[in-house]
């Protein structure tokens, strides 16, 4: 095997910029973002308005122009076709910028993992998509994803051992030569290997000939056996297991538990993936076991099909349509439709999988149909219905409802609890509006705060003007209470004046029983000090060093008194912060 020439890789290296350009310029984003960042501590970070939209429409731009460069390949587009194809993406991933929250949310957040499901299946079919009209399968489709789903394989490999061998030689320069390196050194190298060097790499064997593609060739042997004798069992296993399943609950007469819904979908998914690995080869004399396991396979997921819609429309009809549920509804139409379809067509069209999956993706990732507006409208039902059934609502509104009916049943609590909480938590309370009188807003002074400070408060905000109290996990009403936190910039002692200092590196909350509990030692001008935890928490001690292994307690303090001090000083009002300063005047504490 002959090694590549530092030329032959510059000229390898050069043909893939010119091939993808687009592909690499959202790979260098990606990377000088984040390299960006690991320079910033975490309060610097969370003032970048502009690091969710541009990490996201550049992790988007990846597959996206990715699919379009290869489709421009591999029919011959026109210069001006090609270009205003990859005009259009990045007039989308405009768009997503624009349109894309500071700090994502459960809703975004999901809508992006749709599009790149979406955009990745596009990579998959979009070169082929002319196939959908073939009767008969051609080699070039799975030709190309198997060299594909190996080029990623590999580029991964790469990158991994890249970085361990890179990380491990400066971890030695560090401990020989005794040189500072950073510990952002290290996450710049993870960056730059995962993002630039890992898309290059991966790049670079992306097949440019189409037609050497549909030529035959010999199939990989491994790949054989590890579907055979590995992956083709385990569906084995968890039919019969789920099989057995279905057989305990026709004979109990039971409702099937929620959670089987993933292990369906989870053993559709490994069967369909198993038969596409070996569909080059089910033609042969000696591999008939491979059409007939692939037919009795779509007969065998029908019954189970039922069964996971039975389990859900359980849950929808108890508690309405979430996004999980969305999802697990439409796998399961679209797994139907897939079953029906290899059946009819014997196994022939296998890209049909991704180009269908990629379209199911897209379109519930927005839109009135998409997940989150059937989500949205769902849940608003439901609290719609459960006002109605328990005559919570006057004159149309919630306002004051837990008044109204004060002995509300527990369950009916819990669903309008969770109810609140799923507008809450997507910033999409104001869909609630209609059923208030008063106005659901977010104080100015909380719109630069971070997001979990604005879930807290649309929730409060809506069981403290509704009146109805708030459901946690242990089946129990929530309890009122008033959180407060205590900052400071600096790391250590900070001088408060007159002999008094603030610490911020301390952590109480570890229960200790049976001894005393070394918090911090700090030297200041006054001499050398140590801060101890008593037994439980309750005290803390501060010790003064008098010889070298001598301590003269100098001060206890009960911190349940220490903390209310600080809170009657601050203020009562929901979750403050309070920064410390050294000018500052706190509240003096005495023994």
């Known amino acids: 095997m002959k090694l590549p020439s530092l030329q032959q890789l510059a000229a390898e290296a050069a043909r893939v910029v010119r091939r993808f350009p687009f592909t690499l310029l959202c790979a260098v984003v990606l990377c000088g973002t984040g390299i960006y960042t690991n320079h910033l ?35 011959y587009w026109r210069p001006a076709l090609r270009w205003g194809a990859l005009a259009a993406v990045l007039g989308l991933l405009a768009v997503w910028y624009a349109v894309a929250p500071t700090e994502p949310t459960s809703e975004w957040g999901a809508r992006l993992a749709l599009l790149l499901l979406g955009t990745h299946l596009t990579v998959a079919a979009g070169p082929y998509l002319s196939e959908l009209r073939r009767q008969a399968d051609t080699p070039g489709f799975w030709r190309y994803n198997e060299t594909l789903f190996l080029r990623i394989l590999t580029a991964g490999l790469y990158s991994g051992v890249l970085f361990a061998g890179c990380a491990l030689a400066l971890v030695a ?39 050497a593609l549909e030529q035959e060739t010999s199939y990989p042997k491994g790949l054989k056996v590890f579907t055979q ?48 690995l070996i569909h080059p080869i089910r033609h042969a004399a000696e591999n008939t076991w491979i059409r007939t396991f692939g037919r009795w396979f779509y007969l065998a997921l029908f019954p189970l099909l039922g069964l996971l819609a039975v ?60 997940a989150f507006a059937v989500a949205q409208r769902s849940q608003l039902n439901q609290l719609r219905e459960i006002s109605m ?33 799923f507008f809450a938590d997507r910033e999409d309370v104001e869909k609630l509006q209609p059923l208030f009188a008063t106005k659901l807003v977010l104080p100015g002074s909380l719109q630069n705060k971070p997001r979990w400070l604005h879930t807290y408060h649309r929730t409060k905000q809506l069981h403290t003007i509704s009146g109805l109290p708030e459901w946690n996990e242990y089946g129990a009403d929530a309890i009122d209470n008033t959180h407060f936190s205590f900052t400071t910039e600096h790391l250590d002692a900070q001088p408060l004046g007159q002999g ?9 909350s570890t229960y200790q029983r049976l001894k005393d509990v070394n918090q911090a030692e700090f030297t200041l001008r006054e001499g050398t000090f140590q801060l101890v935890k008593t037994p439980q928490g309750q005290y803390l001690e501060l010790r003064k060093q008098t010889d070298l292994n001598s301590w003269k307690p100098v001060l206890k303090m009960n911190m349940a008194a220490f903390c209310d001090s600080l809170i009657e000083y601050s203020g009562d009002s929901d979750f403050t912060s309070v920064p410390l300063t050294s000018a500052a005047t706190y509240p003096a504490y005495s023994q």
């Open 500 to 508: 008094r200092c603030w610490l911020r590196t301390l952590d109480l």
């Open 389 to 421: 059934q328990y005559k919570l609502l006057k004159d149309g509104k919630l306002d004051g409802a837990g008044k109204r009916v004060p002995n509300l049943p527990k369950e009916a609590r819990k669903r309008i609890n969770s109810v609140f909480d």
């Open 229 to 276: 004798f590995v992956l083709l069992p385990l569906v084995v296993l968890y039919l019969g297991i789920l099989y057995a399943y279905l057989g305990r609950i026709l004979l109990l007469q039971a409702l099937p538990q929620g959670w089987v819904s993933m292990l369906v979908l989870a053993l559709a998914m490994a069967g369909i993936f198993a038969l596409l």
């Open 311 to 370: 389990a859900i429309s359980t849950r929808i009809r108890a508690y309405g349509i979430t996004e999980e549920r969305y999802f697990v509804l439409v796998l399961a139409a679209w797994l139907f439709g897939i079953a029906l379809y290899f059946l009819a067509r014997r196994g022939q069209g296998i890209i049909w999988i991704p180009a269908s999956l990629a379209v199911v993706a897209l379109l519930a990732a927005g839109g009135p149909w998409g």
């Open 41 to 75: 501590n975490y309060q610097q970070r969370q003032h970048l308005e502009w690091l969710f939209p541009l990490l996201s429409a550049a992790g988007l731009g990846l597959s996206g122009t990715l699919a379009v460069a290869l489709t421009a390949e591999r029919y």
């Open 173 to 211: 320069v560090e401990n020989l030569f005794f040189v500072d390196i950073k510990p952002r050194v290290y996450a710049d190298l993870f960056v730059v290997l995962g993002s630039v060097f890992n898309t290059w790499f991966f790049l670079a064997g992306v097949p440019h000939d189409f037609a």
